[in-house]
């Protein structure tokens, strides 16, 4: 009963470093996002995908890349970090939008850019 | 466009006090309402839900009633324990096509 799983929990990178957040959910989801919780901000949305082979942009794109090759994987690519890209990275997903359904969470990762 | 106001605290309560955690709305249409909790060092989780105006959802001693006429959806407790020391999350899901829209979070502190 795996849900969203991430990957890695903990990350530490130097500015301009680039790396890749891994999320995967095996509950048939069409919907997949990426939100940053900051403190004080609440969750703030990155990007989204409605399905395989689409995705598009939430409140704060700048310097994030995704893409959705299958159903099950959403990757979020941080292509050049800075230090304002520290935070709390959560993966979610949801069966459709716009239903009675819920917003399943991953347990998040911790990424700190020196 | 949609959005959700909830009041963001810091709460902080001795054991066994009534909680009452304020959220209101804006939404075309017919939203369903959702309330979610975050436990340090953890993700979001589902605390109770509700679908349609006047459905009260209900969960570990939760209640929060689906208010159209005054666009509310208050989270209620009876009686709060340490355990419930956590961050609150009013959330709406709007029109299909629609990203979930968050509220900004309550943290709420139970003392014992």
């Known amino acids: 009963n795996a849900g969203v799983t991430q990957t890695p929990k903990f990350q530490v990178l130097k500015t301009g470093q680039s790396m890749t957040l891994q999320c995967a959910q095996d509950m048939n989801h069409e919907y997949m996002s990426w939100y940053r919780q900051d403190p004080g901000m609440g969750l703030r949305l990155i990007h989204y995908?409605?399905?395989?082979?689409?995705?598009d942009q939430g409140e704060v794109p700048n310097g994030y890349n995704v893409s959705r090759s299958t159903t099950e994987d959403f990757p979020l690519r941080l292509l050049s970090a800075a230090p304002s890209q520290t935070s709390v990275y959560f993966c979610?997903?949801?069966?459709?939008?716009?239903?009675?359904?819920?917003?399943?969470f991953g347990e998040g990762s911790r990424l700190t850019v020196l | 466009g949609n959005s959700v106001t909830q009041m963001e605290g810091p709460v902080t309560l001795s054991e066994e006090a009534f909680l009452t955690i304020n959220c209101t709305y804006t939404?075309?249409?017919?939203?369903?309402l959702f309330w979610y909790v975050q436990y340090p060092g953890e993700g979001l989780q589902l605390l109770l839900k509700a679908t349609k105006a006047d459905d009260k959802g209900s969960n570990k001693g939760f209640e929060a009633t689906y208010r159209k006429e005054t666009t509310s959806f208050h989270l209620e407790k009876g009686s709060v324990q340490v355990s419930d020391s956590a961050v609150y999350f009013c959330?709406?899901?709007?029109?299909?096509?629609?990203?979930?829209?968050f509220g900004p979070g309550t943290r709420l502190s139970v003392l014992p």
């Open positions: 979610a997903s949801s069966l459709v939008t716009g239903s009675t359904g819920e917003l399943f």
């Open positions: 959330a709406l899901s709007p029109l299909r096509g629609q990203n979930f829209v």
């Open positions: 939404a075309t249409g017919y939203p369903s």
């Open positions: 995908s409605v399905g395989a082979g689409i995705t």
